[in-house]
């Protein structure tokens, strides 16, 4: 049937065979069952990836050292950044069928990113050119939080003004969120003085659409957000108007995908709504070997703020 876990099989077979058969109240109990082991097979395999990211904890200040050891020329490089520097940050390894074999051997490996190389490498460079003033960063749905590393360094190393750094996510601060963080508050004696530029990292397990998160928004104002969490349309795009009034910059993910219908739509919707105020650019190439459309960076700038772009 081609289904990702216990809980979605037996949901289809429900829905197929046993439903018609017995009565409304003994379906509720089913349902309710088969959520259960969903939402248990979800927890154990949560429980697992953090086991396996505790052992990778000495590899964060290994990659942060060399995001911020990289060249100007290097970070304008979009061919060195897509097959050199960022599959050597190491790749994610799920849901592996939308991702091209030629990458396999950086796959379950350092950050875990869960991008393409391609599309990353060019919105990278992107980013090089257009985050000088960019002063807080904020990304909704971090989950392992590779991205959220990632984009967290590339700003501290183009902005001159980057003082904070927010992560949301429902679920407790990764092994490699955490030792990031760590990495932030730590102050060596004889540093390099770029390295001794400060962060302040804030971590908010909750929903996005929580009164806490709602407080941060307020008083912390991100003009650089990275929208990557609930990819229903509704929540999508409540995460757009959450941030709407106070970002310069706001990347959609997700974009081009044929696994992400909603958040295709939106950011089709969007271009057109927020014309007016926002202009628009897209990082979407694919890798004909997948032979599907998948992720894809859409980001608007703030047409105020003259942000150049291609």
């Keep these: 049937m081609g289904f990702s876990g216990d809980g979605e099989v037996a949901m289809e077979i429900l829905r197929r065979f046993v439903k018609p058969l017995v009565p409304p109240l003994l379906t509720a109990q089913i349902r309710h069952y088969t959520e259960s082991i969903r939402h248990y097979s979800e927890a154990n395999q949560e429980r697992l990836k953090r086991a396996q990211f505790e052992n990778l904890r000495g590899i964060v200040s290994e990659k942060v050292a060399a995001i911020r050891s990289l060249t100007p020329e290097q970070c304008l490089d979009a061919d060195y950044l897509e097959n050199d520097f960022v599959p050597l940050l190491g790749l994610n390894d799920e849901a592996l069928n939308d991702y091209p074999k030629e990458l396999r051997s950086h796959y379950g490996s350092g950050l875990h990113l869960w991008q393409y190389p391609n599309q990353l490498a060019k919105f990278l460079v992107w980013m090089s050119g257009n985050v000088r003033e960019i002063r807080c960063y904020m990304e909704i749905g971090c989950r392992w939080g590779g991205m959220f590393i990632l984009l967290s360094e590339w700003l501290r190393k183009h902005s001159v003004c980057m003082q904070t750094a927010i992560a949301v996510d429902i679920i407790s601060p990764t092994p490699l969120i955490d030792e990031y963080f760590k990495l932030l508050y730590d102050k060596k004696p004889n540093a390099n003085p770029d390295d001794e530029r400060k962060i302040e990292p804030v971590y908010i397990p909750e929903f996005s659409t929580s009164e806490e998160v709602k407080r941060v928004v307020e008083r912390l104002k991100p003009d650089f957000v990275f929208i990557d969490g609930d990819h229903?349309?509704?929540?999508?795009?409540?995460?757009?108007?959450?941030?709407?009034?106070?970002?310069?910059?706001?990347?959609?993910?997700?974009?081009?995908?044929?696994?992400c219908r909603d958040t295709t739509m939106l950011w089709n919707v969007l271009?057109?709504?927020?014309?007016?105020?926002?202009?628009?650019?897209?990082?979407?190439?694919?890798y004909k070997s997948v032979g599907k459309n998948i992720n894809g960076f859409g980001v608007m700038y703030r047409r105020a703020f003259a942000l150049g772009a291609n």
């Design 232 to 259: 229903s349309l509704r929540g999508a795009l409540s995460d757009h108007m959450l941030v709407r009034d106070f970002a310069r910059v706001i990347v959609h993910h997700d974009v081009h995908s044929d696994s």
């Design 271 to 286: 271009r057109q709504l927020e014309h007016h105020e926002f202009a628009c650019c897209q990082f979407v190439d694919q």
